[in-house]
């Protein structure tokens, strides 16, 4: 075996096999595969084969499209047969909202170019003769879909990787991994060591094991699933016999089941509740092609529910059951990108759907590590997602959620209940009690809405018109039994309440815990030239101003958005969403210098932030501090450190809903004190707490962008209208070069905000597909009703010639086309006025 390479992929799996043959293709020849065991002896091997293109995730969505396409090339590129029944997909609706998913999906299906047809029942018994439809709604198809055989497909892409000069060592284990003084990686194997610049681990079931060898918690275990093969029924051998076509797979979403035909007979897959998270210490090290006991037992609500559809799937015995392990993650999507806190070291792990997966994984990390960046927009996948709150209970508690929920009807503002709560700011309970319902973000609890006194959502209302097996369809009762909101595609029971916190903010005050954005200082004597040349806005020169600042790309994307703050001489705060923590910090910590003239202090957990505002925010504020509050002492986009109500803050004049008011930065354990002062002191002013939901809504009227939304290393930040943030004339910084280029060559898109007409009862949510005299011209990418314009909105990115103001449009919401109109930027307020009130 060679001792030097220059990456190395452990795990022959179908994700590390695609993980080589992407690398080797895009020239890096001398990389390695090492598998402990014959390739495909983990999870690839009893995979039941499908490859689903449903997905609501826009990233997940493009890297499940691309494998699908790829397979058949790959089949074409090797001469070897890989496998594929192009039989289609098919997914059953038996509730008014399974039929909304879908159609929200369709909008992401044709935005990222993936063909979807819609069924009626009649047109689903002609493809599925076999299918009764009663009780059916409609069905959607995906005729590009289907199942591919595992193995041929591994063995594929592994001839593939080796025609381009690749080298895979079979029965060779991996015994040790060690990151050198020099940065290189040397792996240590029971054959010998190799040193390379790059290790991917792609071990599946053996992730977090892998990753104790480096220092990491891999946020990965696996789930028990299981699925039954038939004996060959009469019906399905004289279709074959008559050279009928193979029925699709088929999936009854309300029922969390598929089947597909399998050697004549059929293939049951139920995801049933219950499902145990297994190989928590991993698999043994003598694991090949291992299986557990079967438990027909939790199944038998889901078969009874494939025999009440497909009658035929009762009428013959059992020929097989497998019940083999699925890696899976906390929020059922999969981890592919580089490892925190460790260059040149990359996780694909976690893939529950790992066929239909691994060749897009595989392609997007090669274009990662070999050229420095996805060219999708990998945020959803992204290792760093996840905390060091993601212990090992943590996982087990949602992981089991996640494969539980795999079918049930994923609403836009659903948020699960497992492992809850986790992180909480000290105003948790003085929320809670205000009527406070939680959504989380990173571990932490934040506030979604305030429910008035009262609140409840009936039976009738969350009676969903049929009895489904997956009928999740409202946020967790509260402590006292009562369930306070209810999920939907359109607006819900709490569509007004939201209005009424908008109202609140702008009539008088309000009061938002941020305490989850994420915070870091940088300090040192070179801070100030670090943020400089990485940042594409100028770090303002005056301490006290705050600056909003962008991480690009080389190419001109987005990776992170900062607001910047030296609160202290050479000593620089910088804040950023809270979702996205990890990703930011660990970012910053690849691009430090080597001469350590910059320190990186972590503050999330110690500074906690409430957002004071609305027009009477001064007055409330002025009412706990002595400081001068006026414009002239303290002007809009500055931050100064103040005393309010005995504790010190540092107060920045900046927020994200578009009204006069303050961040108050403070340290986290006298959140109590300031919050309690707060809301005494705003009590003469009618003070209302608000939440994420109203803040969003501010936000949208504003046209504000977010990410990974208007923002996002797939549009050049001139295409996303950061022109004021972006300054090519500062001198060099990270993408400068990608941003003048996209200016000399023309941008692909422009960001533009909607009003869309006609609009009732569904407001756009974003991925609608947005259409000029019946082209697609781009994408929603969020939208909603603004309370204060008395307007539904969205924000787009359209084909530059039709983000235009006063363009007519027509978006696709919920399946039903509506006029739309381009208008300018910040509906509400364009010229900041209440903001520098």
Request: glycine share 10%.
């Amino acid at each position: 075996m060679q001792t030097q390479a220059r990456a190395v992929v452990i795990g022959g799996g179908v994700v590390g096999v695609s993980t080589l043959y992407h690398l080797a293709k895009k020239g890096w020849t001398d990389s390695v595969l090492i598998e402990r065991k014959e390739l495909t002896s983990g999870s690839t091997w009893h995979a039941a084969g499908l490859l689903p293109l449903f997905n609501m995730s826009y990233s997940v969505g493009q890297l499940h499209k691309y494998s699908v396409r790829f397979y058949r090339e790959l089949e074409a590129e090797t001469g070897m047969n890989v496998g594929f029944s192009n039989v289609t997909n098919i997914r059953l609706a038996r509730t008014k909202d399974r039929w909304d998913e879908f159609q929200y999906y369709a909008g992401i299906a044709e935005t990222i170019g993936v063909p979807v047809r819609m069924l009626t029942p009649e047109e689903l018994k002609e493809i599925w003769p076999l299918c009764e439809t009663d009780g059916i709604l409609g069905a959607i198809q995906h005729p590009e879909d289907g199942y591919i055989q595992p193995a041929d497909l591994t063995q594929a892409l592994a001839k593939g990787a080796r025609d381009f000069g690749a080298k895979i060592h079979r029965n060779t284990v991996v015994t040790a991994i060690e990151q050198l003084a020099n940065g290189q990686w040397k792996v240590s194997t029971d054959q010998g060591d190799i040193t390379c610049e790059h290790v991917v681990s792609a071990t599946g079931n053996f992730a977090r094991r892998t990753g104790r060898m480096v220092g990491l918690d891999v946020p990965v275990i696996p789930v028990e699933h299981q699925y039954i093969v038939t004996e060959p029924h009469p019906a399905i051998v004289e279709r074959r016999r008559q050279g009928l076509p193979e029925m699709g797979v088929l999936r009854e979403s309300d029922s969390a089941w598929y089947m597909r035909e399998e050697n004549g007979g059929l293939l049951l897959g139920p995801y049933e509740k219950g499902a145990p998270c297994c190989y928590l210490d991993g698999p043994d090290d003598n694991s090949e092609y291992e299986l557990f006991q079967e438990e027909l037992d939790r199944l038998m609500p889901h078969i009874e529910t494939a025999i009440a559809r497909v009658p035929a799937f009762g009428e013959v015995g059992i020929k097989k059951v497998y019940n083999g392990a699925i890696a899976y993650t906390p929020d059922g999507s999969p981890i592919v990108g580089p490892a925190p806190g460790l260059k040149g070291f990359w996780l694909n792990e976690g893939h529950s759907f790992g066929l239909t997966a691994a060749g897009g994984a595989g392609w997007q990390l090669a274009e990662w590590i070999v050229d420095g960046e996805p060219t999708v927009d990998m945020v959803g996948v992204d290792p760093r997602r996840f905390g060091p709150y993601a212990t090992e209970g943590y996982l087990i508690a949602k992981n089991e959620e996640a494969y539980a929920n795999v079918f049930t009807t994923h609403y836009p503002d659903e948020e699960r209940a497992a492992a809850r709560p986790l992180k909480t700011s000290p105003s948790y309970d003085r929320q809670k009690a205000l009527g406070a319902v939680f959504g989380s973000v990173y571990g932490w609890e934040r506030a979604n809405w305030f429910a008035p006194e009262g609140t409840a959502v009936s039976s009738e209302e969350l009676d969903l018109g049929a009895d489904v097996l997956t009928n999740e369809n409202h946020a967790p009762a509260d402590d006292n039994g009562i369930i306070r909101e209810k999920w939907s595609f359109r607006r819900s029971n709490y569509f007004s309440h939201v209005g009424n916190e908008v109202t609140a903010v702008t009539e008088g005050v309000g009061l938002l815990d941020l305490t989850a954005f994420a915070k870091m200082e940088v300090s040192g004597p070179g801070a100030r030239g670090f943020l400089d040349r990485i940042l594409a806005n100028r770090i303002p020169k005056t301490r006290g101003r705050l600056a909003l600042c962008h991480l690009l790309t080389e190419t001109g994307g987005v990776r992170a958005e900062f607001t910047v703050y030296e609160w202290a001489p050479g000593r620089f705060y910088l804040v950023s969403a809270g979702g996205y923590e990890r990703i930011d910090h660990d970012n910053l910590m690849r691009l430090l210098p080597d001469d350590g003239s910059v320190t990186l202090r972590p503050l999330t957990e110690a500074m906690g932030v409430l957002v004071l505002a609305g027009p009477k925010s001064r007055e409330v504020l002025a009412k706990l501090t002595r400081s001068d509050l006026s414009n002239a002492a303290f002007p809009w986009l500055t931050g100064q450190a103040i005393s309010v109500a005995g504790v010190g803050v540092h107060a920045l004049r900046v927020n994200f809903i578009g009204e006069l008011g303050w961040e108050l930065h403070h340290p986290i354990g006298m959140q109590n004190v300031l919050y309690d002062a707060l809301m005494t002191a705003g009590a003469d002013f009618a003070i209302k707490p608000f939440g994420i939901r109203a803040m969003m809504t501010m936000a949208l009227e504003k046209s504000y962008r977010q990410l990974p939304r208007e923002l996002s290393i797939e549009y050049n930040a001139m295409e996303s209208g950061l022109d004021r943030f972006v300054q090519p004339k500062k001198g060099e910084f990270i993408g400068r070069a990608g941003v003048l280029k996209a200016l000399e060559e023309g941008l692909r898109y422009r960001f533009a905000t909607l009003e869309v007409h006609g609009v009732t009862d569904a407001d756009a949510r974003g991925s609608e597909a947005i259409f000029k005299d019946g082209v697609l011209v781009g994408r929603a990418t969020n939208g909603g009703f603004g309370w204060r314009v008395g307007k539904s909105l969205a924000l787009a990115m359209l084909r530059p010639d039709v983000a235009v103001e006063g363009t007519r449009l027509t978006i696709k919401i919920l399946g039903a086309l509506h006029e739309a109109t381009v208008i300018g930027e910040s509906p509400f307020d364009p010229e900041n006025e209440r903001l520098r009130g």
